[in-house]
C-alpha cells in the first residue's frame, strides 16, 4: 500500500524540485513565495492539462476533460497547476492534495500514473510500512524539521564560538591592536593617495543625492503606514476576468538620515526601497522585488506630489503588471496612495489555515494603542469597493503600455 496524504505529496513534490533543479539548471528557492514555484508548476501544467487523455498511455484515474481548456490560458484553465499550489502542498498545509496534481507528480518522475505504480512500485520510499500507518502524521512536518535543525545549529555555534574563544584569547590581545594601527595607516595612506579620485560630493552631486532638507512637518506627513491601491491587475493578459480590478497593498514609510525606507507588501509579494525628497512636496520612489538576495528584480519608479489636505495622493509609477509566464511585461500606472496612521510594528500571517482559506496576503498592524488591524490583500473589483472617489483614478484608464496593443486594456464596452 502506497503513502498517501502530507506525506504522499511533500516526498513527491520535493522529488519534482530535484529532478527539474537537475534537468533545466535552475534553482528552487523553498520558502513561502509562490513566485519561487512557478516555472516548475507551468512545467508540470503542460502534464497536467493532458490527462483526461492519458489515463491508458499512463495508468491513472479518470479525468473528466476540461471544456475551457482551448479557452483560457494558464493559470485559468480546470487542471492548471500554480506556484500557489505547489508552495501550500510542501509546507503540509494540504490534507487531500488533488488528485490531478498527485498523477502528474508520478507521471513527471515514474512515466507512470499512481494506480499503475501502485501495482508495480518502484521507489521503496513512497510504500507506507505497517509502523508508519499506526503513527500520527506531523502536519507541519517540514516546518518542525526546520525549527529542529535551527535550535540544533544554533547549539552547534555556541559551542564552536566557545572553544575558538578560548583558543585564541592570547592572540586577540596581541594582534588585535597592531590590526587596529594597520588599518588607520592603510586608511591614511589611501586617502591621501586619492586625494583626486571621486568623493562622495562628486557622487551626491551627479546621482541628485539627497538634494532636498526635509522639515519636521514634512517628515511627519510622510512617515507612517498606507494604503497604496494599483490597477496592475487590469493589464494581465491571461486573465480573463481583468475589467476593473485592482490591489491594495500596505506601505510602511520611515524616515531614516535625510530619506525615507519603504517596504510595500503585496498580495504576491514584497517591495524594497527607498523614497527621496525632491522638492518641497515632490517624491521620488524607488523599489524593487524583495527576494531574500541582492539581485535587483522588477525595479519600479515613482513621481509623487504631496497634498496634505487631499485625502488621496496619486502617483505616476513606471511598473510592472506581474502577469504569469511569458506575460510579464512594463507598464505606466497611476496608484493611489491613502494615509492610515503612524507608529506600531507590521508583521505578515504566514503558513497558517487562515492563508490557504482566504488565497491571500495577510498583514496584521499592531498599533500602539494596543488595537490590532488585519488587512487581507488580494485582487478585487474596483466597483466592490464603493469608493467614487478612486473610480476616475485607476480605471482602465489610468494604465499605459510600453508598446500599444489591443485589446489588453478592457473597457466597459469589450
Not at 211 to 231: A, D, F, H, I, S
Request: with cysteine; net charge positive.
Amino acid at each position: 500500500m502506497l503513502k498517501k496524504g502530507k506525506e504522499e505529496i511533500i516526498y513527491l513534490l520535493n522529488k519534482c524540485i530535484e529532478k527539474f533543479q537537475l534537468e533545466t539548471g535552475k534553482s528552487v528557492v523553498q520558502n513561502t513565495n509562490r513566485k519561487n514555484y512557478e516555472e516548475l508548476a507551468i512545467m508540470l501544467s503542460e502534464i497536467s492539462n493532458q490527462l483526461p487523455n492519458t489515463q491508458e498511455q499512463f495508468g491513472h484515474a479518470p479525468h473528466e476533460p476540461d471544456p475551457q481548456n482551448n479557452k483560457a490560458n494558464y493559470p485559468f484553465r480546470k487542471y492548471d497547476i500554480t506556484g500557489g499550489q505547489i508552495k501550500d502542498a510542501l509546507m503540509g498545509l494540504v490534507a487531500n492534495p488533488r488528485t490531478f496534481l498527485v498523477d502528474t507528480c508520478y507521471i513527471y518522475l515514474y512515466n507512470m500514473g499512481r494506480q499503475a505504480f501502485e501495482k508495480t512500485p518502484v521507489d521503496p520510499f513512497l510504500i507506507a510500512s505497517p509502523q508508519e500507518e499506526g503513527q500520527p502524521k506531523d502536519s507541519y512536518s517540514i516546518i518542525t524539521e526546520n525549527q529542529q535543525l535551527k535550535i540544533k545549529l544554533a547549539a552547534l555555534v555556541k559551542e564552536t564560538d566557545h572553544k575558538i574563544a578560548s583558543r585564541l584569547r592570547f592572540y586577540r590581545l596581541l594582534f588585535i591592536p597592531l590590526c587596529i594601527c594597520l588599518l588607520f595607516a592603510g586608511a591614511y595612506f589611501w586617502n591621501k593617495g586619492n586625494e583626486n579620485s571621486l568623493h562622495l560630493e562628486t557622487f551626491s552631486k551627479d546621482f541628485n543625492l539627497l538634494p532636498y532638507r526635509v522639515n519636521q512637518k514634512e517628515k511627519e506627513n510622510l512617515e507612517g503606514v498606507w494604503l497604496c491601491y494599483t490597477g496592475s491587475p487590469q493589464a494581465r493578459l491571461s486573465d480573463p476576468n481583468r475589467y476593473h480590478k485592482v490591489v491594495a497593498n500596505l506601505v510602511e514609510i520611515k524616515y531614516k538620515d535625510g530619506y525615507f525606507t519603504y517596504h510595500r507588501y503585496g498580495a504576491s509579494f514584497n517591495h524594497t526601497g527607498y523614497i527621496q525628497v525632491e522638492a518641497p512636496n515632490t517624491l521620488s520612489i524607488h523599489s524593487r522585488i524583495l527576494n531574500g538576495s541582492d539581485k535587483t528584480e522588477y525595479p519600479r519608479h515613482s513621481l509623487m506630489s504631496i497634498d496634505p489636505k487631499n485625502e488621496y495622493q496619486t502617483s505616476i509609477s513606471a511598473s510592472w503588471n506581474f502577469d504569469a509566464g511569458n506575460n510579464k511585461r512594463m507598464i505606466g500606472i497611476r496608484e493611489v496612495y491613502k494615509k492610515l496612521g503612524k507608529g506600531g510594528r507590521i508583521e505578515e500571517v504566514i503558513n497558517t489555515p487562515a492563508n490557504a482559506s482566504c488565497q491571500c496576503k495577510i498583514i496584521k498592524w499592531y498599533q500602539k494603542n494596543n488595537k490590532v488591524e488585519t488587512f487581507y490583500l488580494k485582487n478585487t473589483i474596483l466597483d466592490s469597493t464603493k469608493n467614487a472617489s478612486l473610480y476616475s483614478l485607476i480605471d482602465e484608464k489610468s494604465i499605459l503600455l510600453k508598446d500599444p496593443e489591443a485589446a489588453v486594456i478592457m473597457d466597459k464596452n469589450f
